[in-house]
């Protein structure tokens, strides 16, 4: 008994405490304030254009934030133990397409049937979304999307992969890499559905 009050003593004294003490909180990440507008945006004044929620694994449908060692074990994602997303990652991308390219950014009423704007659709299903070490020292982001275009009695269908260097082998760096494989994604399906839709009319001229 004397024992026991003795170290009880003692961890009071240093400061230490018999329950184990709580894991620091983890450093939370999104993909930050949108770039600025390019000069000469992709012609999207034609098109309305509708973003489903975007589609994910379950595994992938968390905040983790997953990086793979390609050069010991690529078929294993591993989560970072400090570091994860504010929301889940396909939330994140739901909520950057619809801010950069859904409906129209001047949200201007127009009368239906006069100069009415193509309605399209946009169905997506996020098949990639990590931070791959091809070395202890280097590594990359990559995001692969596959996605669904429908509107105007038709549909197509394309895989986006972007790929982009980490500046640093670091959850940061991981962050910093697949921010920018999002903000190139939303450019180049802006480029595709106003191709597609310009592609649509040519064809239709034609017949």
């Not at 004044?45 to 994910?56: I, K, R």
């Not at 201007?108 to 009415?116: L, N, Q």
């Not at 202890?136 to 992969?161: A, C, D, I, K, N």
Request: glycine content about 6%; overall charge negative.
């Amino acid at each position: 008994m004397r024992q026991l009050t003795l170290v009880l003593v003692m961890c009071a004294l240093s400061g230490c405490g018999l329950l184990p003490s709580r894991a620091p909180p983890k450093t939370e990440f999104d993909f930050g304030p949108e770039p600025n507008a390019p000069a000469d945006p992709a012609p999207l004044s034609q098109v309305q254009l509708m973003v489903y929620d975007v589609g994910a694994p379950t595994w992938m449908d968390g905040t983790a934030m997953y990086y793979r060692l390609a050069y010991r074990n690529a078929a294993v994602p591993l989560p970072y133990a400090d570091s994860e997303w504010v929301m889940s990652p396909p939330a994140l991308l739901t909520a950057r397409l619809r801010s950069s390219i859904a409906v129209q950014p001047d949200a201007e009423a127009r009368p239906v049937g006069v100069h009415a704007s193509a309605v399209y659709t946009l169905h997506s299903d996020l098949l990639e979304f990590e931070q791959i070490f091809d070395t202890p020292g280097r590594s990359h982001g990559v995001l692969r999307l596959r996605v669904t275009l429908e509107g105007e009695g038709m549909w197509t269908q394309r895989t986006f992969t972007v790929d982009r260097p980490a500046p640093t082998p670091t959850a940061a760096g991981g962050v910093t890499a697949l921010t920018e494989c999002s903000n190139e994604l939303v450019r180049l399906l802006g480029e595709w559905v106003a191709a597609s839709h310009s592609h649509l009319h040519s064809s239709a001229k034609r017949d």
